[in-house]
């Protein structure tokens, strides 16, 4: 089977950092994404690691752990609309699949 | 605009009934899928077909069913229709080369489904 945990929200103030966990279990590993997605939206792409180590996007960065199937997101410098769902990906076996995802709340 | 275009965006029908849900991928982009998403819930893969052909198969209801024309643009149908079935679903694209690693795919605005 394939499964991915992450936590449920975080809430933090405006300018702080957060780091969104992501644990998954799955064969045929190619990869981890990171898209975002505010109330109501489309899901929006953010970033993807195919290797180990940190992707960095502005305030965004992404980082993989392949031996430890563990990755997070990384967002800097909170703004308000930063405030949306995070979901992590990954992709196996040809099917792209999604967790729960975590919604950040960003307070003044 | 992902240049993913879904119609219609709201849709309310009855228990029992059928709805077509329609997807227009990105220009040239050959491979589209299939997401449910309940109030509050993840995005769950129904499926996927690339340049006309099933690709991947998700919990994909019987009921449900699904087909990519050779236009690439998709059809997902909904028959039998249930409370439960009540969600937003979405349909994504990607181009060659992405997307098959599970790099980026991009996000239609999503149809809304409601069952009463």
């Known amino acids: 089977g394939q499964s991915l945990e992450q936590p449920s929200e975080v809430t933090a103030v405006e300018g702080a950092i957060v780091q969104i966990n992501c644990t998954y279990q799955?064969?045929?590993?190619?990869?981890l994404s990171w898209y975002q997605q505010h109330d109501g939206g489309a899901p929006t792409f953010l970033s993807y690691?195919?290797?180990?180590g940190l992707e960095e996007t502005g305030r965004f960065s992404s980082f993989l752990s392949r031996s430890d199937s563990y990755g997070y997101l990384l967002l800097q410098e909170l703004q308000m609309k930063d405030s949306a769902s995070y979901f992590c990906a990954v992709y196996s076996w040809g099917k792209l699949q999604f967790g729960a995802g975590t919604q950040v709340v960003v307070t003044p | 605009d992902s240049g993913v275009t879904q119609t219609p965006k709201h849709l309310i029908t009855a228990t029992g009934q059928r709805v077509t849900l329609r997807c227009s991928p990105r220009?040239?982009?050959?491979?589209v899928y299939w997401y449910q998403q309940s109030l509050d819930q993840g995005l769950q893969f129904l499926i996927q077909?690339?340049?006309?052909?099933?690709?991947a198969k998700g919990n994909i209801l019987e009921r449900f069913s699904a087909q990519q024309f050779p236009d690439l643009h998709s059809e997902l149908n909904l028959s039998s229709l249930e409370l439960g079935d009540s969600a937003l679903y979405f349909c994504?694209?990607?181009?060659?080369?992405?997307?098959?690693?599970?790099?980026?795919?991009?996000f239609g605005e999503g149809s809304w489904l409601t069952v009463v």
């Open positions: 220009s040239g982009d050959l491979s």
């Open positions: 799955t064969s045929g590993f190619y990869g």
């Open positions: 690691n195919a290797l180990d």
């Open positions: 077909y690339y340049n006309g052909e099933e690709r």
């Open positions: 994504a694209s990607s181009s060659p080369g992405e997307g098959t690693a599970g790099n980026t795919i991009y």
